[in-house]
C-alpha cells in the first residue's frame, strides 16, 4: 500500500469516527415536550417567553419550571429528561454537550 492509499484510507477512518462520536450529541439536540405540570415556560432563543404544552419542539431556547411545576422532555434517542420545581431549566444545547 503506498502513502497516497494509506492517508486516504486514515482519511475515511477519521470522517467515520468523528460522524459516530457526533450522532449521539445531534440526537440531544432536539427534544419535545411530553409532560406540563402547572407553570413551564419555554425560553426560545431570541423570543419572548410562552407557555409550554405537550408535543411542543424544543430546539433552540430553554424550557423553566415554576414552583410546585414539573414537566418532562423526550428527546429523538428517546433519551428523558424530567425537570422539577423551580429553579430547574434544561437547554438541549447544554445536554448534547
Sequence with gaps: MGPHAAIRKLSLLGVIIGFAAS???AQLKEA???QVVKDVKLLPTGAA???AAVSDEVRDGTVRTGVESRSELKFTDQT???LGPTPS???PK???T
Design 94 to 96: 447544554v445536554l448534547a
Design 80 to 82: 428523558l429528561a424530567r
Design 32 to 34: 419535545r415536550v411530553t
Design 49 to 51: 417567553a410562552r407557555p
Design 89 to 91: 431549566s434544561v437547554s
Design 23 to 25: 450522532v449521539p450529541a
